[in-house]
């Protein structure tokens, strides 16, 4: 039997047009601006820059790339950028000795730094430290 204009099923809009007793409205996003962003980090976690290039030169004069030096075994410096609400011993500004192999590295604002987490850290000197030190006694 053919279905008459008046039936419920033919007054049902359909699926995919919106009336507007059913249409939600969404807010727009706002526009993440990366200038004004400011960057909070969780638990004990530190970003350093370091200060150490990742190219290496041999006592030759050879160019060694980050990429085909072996794993470093030897601890590194670098000055402390971010720090996280549950880090005790180091704070914005100081320098920090830790092991290269136990950091990841993070890319924030086109500059290449490094995370690290609180146990991580060997060392942390003050960086006011340079310019108060007064030189050392030679024999």
Same mark, same amino acid.
């Not at 039997?1 to 047009?17: E, F, I, T």
């Not at 730094?113 to 006694?137: C, F, M, N, W, Y």
């Given at each position: 039997?053919?279905?008459?204009?008046?039936?419920?099923?033919?007054?049902?809009?359909?699926?995919?047009?919106a009336?507007?007793?059913? @249409?939600? @409205?969404?807010? /727009?996003?706002?526009?993440?601006?990366?200038?004004? #962003?400011?960057?909070?980090?969780?638990?004990?976690?530190?970003?350093v820059r370091s200060?150490?290039?990742?190219?290496?030169?041999?006592?030759?004069?050879?160019?060694?790339? $980050? @990429?085909? /030096?072996? $794993?470093?075994?030897?601890?590194?410096?670098?000055?402390v950028?971010?720090?996280?609400?549950?880090?005790?011993? /180091?704070?914005?500004?100081?320098?920090?000795?830790?092991?290269p192999?136990? /950091?990841?590295?993070?890319?924030?604002?086109?500059e #290449?730094?490094?995370?690290?987490?609180?146990?991580?850290?060997?060392?942390?000197?003050?960086?006011? #430290?340079?310019?108060?030190?007064?030189?050392?006694?030679?024999?």
């Open positions: 039997m053919p279905r008459s204009d008046d039936s419920p099923a033919s007054k049902r809009p359909a699926k995919g047009s009336t507007s007793s059913t @249409t939600k @409205t969404r807010k /727009a996003r706002s526009k993440k601006s990366g200038a004004g #962003d400011e960057i909070r980090l969780t638990g004990d976690r530190l970003v200060t150490d290039g990742a190219e290496r030169t041999s006592t030759g004069g050879l160019l060694i790339p $980050a @990429t085909a /030096a072996p $794993a470093p075994k030897r601890l590194s410096w670098a000055d950028v971010l720090v996280g609400p549950d880090v005790r011993v /180091a704070s914005k500004g100081d320098r920090v000795l830790f092991l192999s136990s /950091a990841l590295e993070v890319e924030l604002e086109g #290449d730094l490094i995370l690290l987490r609180e146990r991580d850290v060997q060392a942390v000197t003050a960086a006011d #430290d340079k310019a108060e030190r007064s030189p050392g006694q030679y024999l």
